[in-house]
Protein backbone atom coordinates (compact mmCIF):
# COMPACT_ATOMS: atom_id res chain seq x y z
CA UNK A 1 0.00 0.00 0.00
CA UNK A 2 1.47 3.74 -0.95
CA UNK A 3 1.76 5.85 1.82
CA UNK A 4 2.04 9.40 1.23
CA UNK A 5 3.50 12.39 3.33
CA UNK A 6 0.30 13.96 3.06
CA UNK A 7 -2.02 11.51 4.51
CA UNK A 8 -3.77 11.89 0.77
CA UNK A 9 -3.70 9.57 -1.74
CA UNK A 10 -1.81 11.18 -4.70
CA UNK A 11 -4.92 10.66 -6.81
CA UNK A 12 -6.80 12.58 -4.84
CA UNK A 13 -4.31 15.03 -4.42
CA UNK A 14 -4.26 15.21 -8.31
CA UNK A 15 -8.19 15.95 -8.37
CA UNK A 16 -8.11 18.43 -5.82
CA UNK A 17 -5.05 20.53 -7.38
CA UNK A 18 -7.18 20.04 -11.09
CA UNK A 19 -10.50 20.97 -9.36
CA UNK A 20 -8.60 23.90 -7.99
CA UNK A 21 -7.54 25.25 -11.88
CA UNK A 22 -11.00 24.33 -12.94
CA UNK A 23 -12.48 26.98 -10.46
CA UNK A 24 -10.41 29.60 -12.27
CA UNK A 25 -11.91 28.45 -15.51
CA UNK A 26 -15.32 28.84 -14.65
CA UNK A 27 -14.38 31.66 -12.65
CA UNK A 28 -13.15 33.50 -15.99
CA UNK A 29 -16.19 32.38 -17.61
CA UNK A 30 -18.64 33.13 -15.32
CA UNK A 31 -17.13 36.50 -15.06
CA UNK A 32 -17.32 37.01 -18.91
CA UNK A 33 -20.93 36.17 -18.83
CA UNK A 34 -21.20 39.36 -16.44
CA UNK A 35 -19.66 41.22 -18.23
CA UNK A 36 -21.69 40.91 -21.04
CA UNK A 37 -25.28 40.34 -19.14
CA UNK A 38 -27.83 42.81 -20.88
CA UNK A 39 -25.32 44.21 -23.27
CA UNK A 40 -27.33 42.47 -25.65
CA UNK A 41 -28.28 44.63 -28.66
CA UNK A 42 -30.57 42.45 -30.71
CA UNK A 43 -32.90 39.79 -29.47
CA UNK A 44 -33.86 37.25 -28.70
CA UNK A 45 -32.92 38.23 -24.76
CA UNK A 46 -32.21 36.37 -22.02
CA UNK A 47 -35.52 36.94 -20.19
CA UNK A 48 -37.67 36.24 -23.50
CA UNK A 49 -35.68 32.85 -23.07
CA UNK A 50 -34.80 31.27 -19.67
CA UNK A 51 -36.98 28.31 -18.67
CA UNK A 52 -37.15 28.67 -14.58
CA UNK A 53 -39.16 25.81 -14.01
CA UNK A 54 -37.85 23.34 -16.69
CA UNK A 55 -34.28 24.66 -15.13
CA UNK A 56 -34.96 23.97 -11.93
CA UNK A 57 -35.83 20.09 -12.40
CA UNK A 58 -32.76 19.47 -14.34
CA UNK A 59 -31.09 21.59 -11.64
CA UNK A 60 -32.88 19.09 -8.94
CA UNK A 61 -31.68 16.27 -10.63
CA UNK A 62 -28.08 17.03 -10.61
CA UNK A 63 -28.19 17.44 -7.41
CA UNK A 64 -30.02 14.02 -6.62
CA UNK A 65 -27.14 12.34 -8.78
CA UNK A 66 -24.63 14.07 -6.65
CA UNK A 67 -26.46 11.77 -3.44
CA UNK A 68 -26.11 8.79 -5.74
CA UNK A 69 -22.45 9.30 -6.16
CA UNK A 70 -21.89 9.44 -2.33
CA UNK A 71 -23.88 6.40 -1.59
CA UNK A 72 -22.04 4.67 -4.47
CA UNK A 73 -18.85 5.67 -2.68
CA UNK A 74 -20.53 4.29 0.48
CA UNK A 75 -21.50 1.02 -1.16
CA UNK A 76 -17.99 0.54 -2.48
CA UNK A 77 -16.43 1.42 1.22
CA UNK A 78 -18.36 -1.21 2.50
CA UNK A 79 -17.45 -3.54 -0.01
CA UNK A 80 -21.17 -3.79 -1.23
CA UNK A 81 -20.98 -4.87 -4.99
CA UNK A 82 -24.75 -4.32 -5.44
CA UNK A 83 -25.22 -0.90 -3.90
CA UNK A 84 -22.24 -0.18 -5.62
CA UNK A 85 -23.70 -1.29 -9.34
CA UNK A 86 -27.36 0.51 -8.53
CA UNK A 87 -26.17 3.69 -7.61
CA UNK A 88 -23.39 4.19 -10.08
CA UNK A 89 -25.94 3.45 -12.64
CA UNK A 90 -28.53 5.63 -11.06
CA UNK A 91 -25.78 8.81 -10.86
CA UNK A 92 -24.67 8.07 -14.56
CA UNK A 93 -28.80 8.27 -15.60
CA UNK A 94 -29.11 11.31 -13.63
CA UNK A 95 -25.99 13.00 -15.72
CA UNK A 96 -27.38 12.00 -18.65
CA UNK A 97 -31.46 13.41 -17.76
CA UNK A 98 -29.72 16.44 -17.03
CA UNK A 99 -27.31 16.18 -20.56
CA UNK A 100 -30.87 15.80 -22.14
CA UNK A 101 -32.15 18.73 -20.33
CA UNK A 102 -29.43 20.96 -22.15
CA UNK A 103 -29.71 19.44 -25.19
CA UNK A 104 -33.78 20.29 -25.35
CA UNK A 105 -32.70 23.63 -24.10
CA UNK A 106 -30.03 24.92 -26.40
CA UNK A 107 -32.19 23.40 -29.17
CA UNK A 108 -35.55 25.39 -28.18
CA UNK A 109 -33.10 28.15 -28.15
CA UNK A 110 -31.71 27.70 -31.28
CA UNK A 111 -35.57 27.40 -32.53
CA UNK A 112 -35.96 30.82 -31.43
CA UNK A 113 -33.27 31.96 -33.11
CA UNK A 114 -30.05 32.29 -30.88
CA UNK A 115 -27.16 31.20 -33.10
CA UNK A 116 -23.95 30.98 -31.03
CA UNK A 117 -23.10 34.21 -32.56
CA UNK A 118 -26.83 35.81 -32.41
CA UNK A 119 -25.94 38.50 -29.44
CA UNK A 120 -23.88 39.33 -26.11
CA UNK A 121 -25.79 36.71 -24.29
CA UNK A 122 -25.89 33.78 -26.63
CA UNK A 123 -21.90 33.92 -26.92
CA UNK A 124 -21.32 34.02 -23.51
CA UNK A 125 -24.56 31.54 -22.42
CA UNK A 126 -23.39 28.69 -24.68
CA UNK A 127 -19.66 28.84 -23.51
CA UNK A 128 -20.52 28.70 -19.72
CA UNK A 129 -23.34 26.17 -20.26
CA UNK A 130 -21.66 24.23 -22.63
CA UNK A 131 -18.67 23.78 -21.15
CA UNK A 132 -20.51 22.73 -17.71
CA UNK A 133 -22.40 20.15 -20.20
CA UNK A 134 -19.01 19.05 -21.69
CA UNK A 135 -17.64 18.19 -17.85
CA UNK A 136 -21.15 16.57 -17.29
CA UNK A 137 -20.28 14.16 -20.35
CA UNK A 138 -17.27 13.49 -19.47
CA UNK A 139 -18.40 12.76 -15.73
CA UNK A 140 -20.90 10.43 -17.29
CA UNK A 141 -18.15 8.26 -19.33
CA UNK A 142 -16.06 7.73 -16.27
CA UNK A 143 -18.90 6.59 -14.20
CA UNK A 144 -20.39 4.21 -16.92
CA UNK A 145 -16.39 2.92 -16.90
CA UNK A 146 -16.56 2.40 -13.00
CA UNK A 147 -19.84 0.60 -13.83
CA UNK A 148 -18.59 -1.26 -15.99
CA UNK A 149 -15.90 -2.25 -13.23
CA UNK A 150 -18.34 -3.01 -10.52
CA UNK A 151 -20.58 -5.37 -12.92
CA UNK A 152 -16.98 -7.27 -13.52
CA UNK A 153 -16.57 -7.13 -9.73
CA UNK A 154 -13.01 -5.18 -9.85
CA UNK A 155 -14.29 -2.47 -7.27
CA UNK A 156 -12.79 -3.70 -3.91
CA UNK A 157 -12.95 -1.39 -1.22
CA UNK A 158 -9.27 -1.24 -1.23
CA UNK A 159 -9.86 0.59 -4.50
CA UNK A 160 -12.38 2.54 -3.31
CA UNK A 161 -10.80 5.85 -3.67
CA UNK A 162 -10.55 5.38 -7.83
CA UNK A 163 -14.67 5.70 -6.82
CA UNK A 164 -13.55 8.58 -4.32
CA UNK A 165 -11.87 10.53 -7.09
CA UNK A 166 -14.39 10.24 -9.48
CA UNK A 167 -16.79 11.43 -7.10
CA UNK A 168 -15.02 14.53 -6.80
CA UNK A 169 -15.57 15.46 -9.85
CA UNK A 170 -18.67 15.06 -10.24
CA UNK A 171 -19.53 16.90 -6.87
CA UNK A 172 -17.77 19.98 -8.71
CA UNK A 173 -19.68 19.68 -11.55
CA UNK A 174 -22.56 19.78 -9.50
CA UNK A 175 -21.28 22.75 -7.07
CA UNK A 176 -19.90 24.80 -10.45
CA UNK A 177 -24.19 24.35 -11.28
CA UNK A 178 -25.32 25.32 -8.23
CA UNK A 179 -23.59 28.56 -8.80
CA UNK A 180 -24.39 28.86 -12.80
CA UNK A 181 -28.07 28.06 -11.81
CA UNK A 182 -27.92 30.86 -9.47
CA UNK A 183 -25.91 33.58 -11.28
CA UNK A 184 -27.43 32.94 -14.93
CA UNK A 185 -30.81 31.74 -14.54
CA UNK A 186 -32.39 33.37 -10.97
CA UNK A 187 -30.16 36.30 -11.41
CA UNK A 188 -31.34 37.19 -14.70
CA UNK A 189 -34.66 38.69 -13.30
CA UNK A 190 -32.86 40.72 -10.79
CA UNK A 191 -31.02 42.47 -13.28
CA UNK A 192 -33.10 42.23 -16.35
CA UNK A 193 -35.88 44.05 -14.54
CA UNK B 1 -28.86 -2.08 1.54
CA UNK B 2 -27.85 -5.88 1.89
CA UNK B 3 -26.82 -7.61 -1.03
CA UNK B 4 -23.60 -9.34 -2.89
CA UNK B 5 -20.17 -8.01 -1.17
CA UNK B 6 -16.76 -8.37 -1.42
CA UNK B 7 -16.71 -9.87 1.75
CA UNK B 8 -15.40 -7.20 3.96
CA UNK B 9 -18.41 -6.10 5.80
CA UNK B 10 -21.27 -4.63 4.60
CA UNK B 11 -24.67 -2.92 5.80
CA UNK B 12 -22.90 -0.71 8.85
CA UNK B 13 -23.39 2.71 6.73
CA UNK B 14 -22.96 5.44 10.71
CA UNK B 15 -20.19 7.62 10.39
CA UNK B 16 -18.22 5.14 8.08
CA UNK B 17 -14.20 5.36 9.20
CA UNK B 18 -12.62 4.99 5.77
CA UNK B 19 -9.12 2.99 5.14
CA UNK B 20 -7.72 4.46 2.02
CA UNK B 21 -5.76 2.49 -0.12
CA UNK B 22 -2.82 4.24 0.86
CA UNK B 23 -3.36 2.76 4.40
CA UNK B 24 -3.60 5.86 6.35
CA UNK B 25 -6.63 5.84 8.44
CA UNK B 26 -8.89 8.83 7.72
CA UNK B 27 -11.17 10.76 9.77
CA UNK B 28 -14.38 9.24 9.67
CA UNK B 29 -17.27 10.33 6.98
CA UNK B 30 -20.64 11.56 7.29
CA UNK B 31 -23.33 8.36 7.72
CA UNK B 32 -25.81 7.57 4.05
CA UNK B 33 -28.65 9.26 6.42
CA UNK B 34 -26.70 12.10 6.83
CA UNK B 35 -25.78 12.36 2.70
CA UNK B 36 -29.95 11.65 2.37
CA UNK B 37 -30.61 14.66 5.07
CA UNK B 38 -28.17 17.05 3.05
CA UNK B 39 -29.95 16.04 -0.22
CA UNK B 40 -33.16 16.82 1.23
CA UNK B 41 -31.89 20.48 2.29
CA UNK B 42 -30.01 20.93 -0.77
CA UNK B 43 -33.59 20.11 -2.80
CA UNK B 44 -35.61 22.84 0.09
CA UNK B 45 -32.95 25.37 -0.76
CA UNK B 46 -33.36 24.90 -4.70
CA UNK B 47 -36.86 24.82 -4.42
CA UNK B 48 -36.92 28.42 -1.98
CA UNK B 49 -34.48 29.85 -4.53
CA UNK B 50 -37.44 29.74 -7.56
CA UNK B 51 -39.77 30.76 -5.13
CA UNK B 52 -37.78 33.48 -4.08
CA UNK B 53 -37.17 34.33 -7.54
CA UNK B 54 -41.11 34.79 -8.30
CA UNK B 55 -41.76 36.99 -5.53
CA UNK B 56 -41.81 40.86 -6.58
CA UNK B 57 -41.76 42.19 -2.99
CA UNK B 58 -38.39 40.72 -3.01
CA UNK B 59 -37.27 41.97 -6.26
CA UNK B 60 -34.90 44.45 -4.48
CA UNK B 61 -33.04 42.42 -2.01
CA UNK B 62 -33.08 39.04 -4.47
CA UNK B 63 -29.18 39.40 -5.27
CA UNK B 64 -28.21 38.57 -1.57
CA UNK B 65 -30.74 36.41 -0.69
CA UNK B 66 -29.83 33.98 -4.00
CA UNK B 67 -26.10 34.32 -2.90
CA UNK B 68 -26.64 33.14 0.71
CA UNK B 69 -29.15 30.28 -0.39
CA UNK B 70 -26.23 29.38 -3.46
CA UNK B 71 -23.63 29.76 -1.13
CA UNK B 72 -25.35 27.38 1.93
CA UNK B 73 -25.51 24.60 -1.27
CA UNK B 74 -22.09 25.20 -2.33
CA UNK B 75 -20.74 24.89 1.36
CA UNK B 76 -22.93 21.50 1.81
CA UNK B 77 -21.69 19.69 -1.20
CA UNK B 78 -18.03 20.39 -0.57
CA UNK B 79 -18.08 20.01 3.05
CA UNK B 80 -20.11 16.92 3.26
CA UNK B 81 -19.77 15.14 -0.43
CA UNK B 82 -16.83 16.00 -1.00
CA UNK B 83 -15.46 15.43 2.18
CA UNK B 84 -13.80 18.69 2.89
CA UNK B 85 -14.72 18.90 6.32
CA UNK B 86 -13.01 15.30 7.22
CA UNK B 87 -10.32 16.31 4.50
CA UNK B 88 -8.16 19.42 6.04
CA UNK B 89 -5.40 18.26 4.27
CA UNK B 90 -6.67 19.49 0.60
CA UNK B 91 -8.51 22.51 2.10
CA UNK B 92 -6.37 25.16 1.12
CA UNK B 93 -5.57 23.18 -2.54
CA UNK B 94 -9.36 23.99 -2.82
CA UNK B 95 -9.88 27.25 -1.35
CA UNK B 96 -6.95 28.99 -2.31
CA UNK B 97 -8.24 28.72 -6.39
CA UNK B 98 -11.07 29.15 -5.37
CA UNK B 99 -10.09 32.83 -3.73
CA UNK B 100 -7.95 33.41 -6.92
CA UNK B 101 -11.59 32.82 -8.67
CA UNK B 102 -13.44 35.34 -7.23
CA UNK B 103 -10.95 37.52 -7.40
CA UNK B 104 -10.87 37.39 -10.72
CA UNK B 105 -14.19 37.37 -11.12
CA UNK B 106 -14.29 41.03 -9.08
CA UNK B 107 -11.57 42.37 -11.42
CA UNK B 108 -13.09 41.36 -14.60
CA UNK B 109 -15.87 42.74 -13.47
CA UNK B 110 -14.30 46.02 -12.21
CA UNK B 111 -12.54 46.25 -15.66
CA UNK B 112 -15.28 46.00 -17.93
CA UNK B 113 -17.06 48.78 -15.57
CA UNK B 114 -19.68 46.56 -14.45
CA UNK B 115 -19.87 48.11 -10.76
CA UNK B 116 -20.21 52.02 -12.47
Known amino acids: MERTSTGVPNEKMLMWTFIGSECMLFGSLLATF ?3 RDQSIVGPYEEELLNIPFITVTTFVLLMSSLMMVLALSAVQRGDLRGSRLFLLLTAVLGLIFLGGQVYEFSHFA ?3 LGLSRNLFAGTFYLTTGFHGAHVAVGVIWLLTLWTLALRRRLPPEKSVTVEVAGLYW ?4 VVWIVLFTVIYLMSGATGA | MVGETHGTGGGGSEA ?3 QGA ?4 M ?3 ASNRTYIAIALVLGVITALEVMVFYVEALAGVLVPILLVMSATKFVLVVGFYMHLKYDANVRGLFFGPLMIATAIIVALMALY ?3 L
Open chain 2, 16 to 18: AVT
Open chain 1, 34 to 36: LVY
Open chain 2, 113 to 115: GYF
Open chain 2, 27 to 29: EPH
Open chain 1, 171 to 174: HFVD
Open chain 1, 111 to 113: HEG
Open chain 2, 22 to 25: HGAH
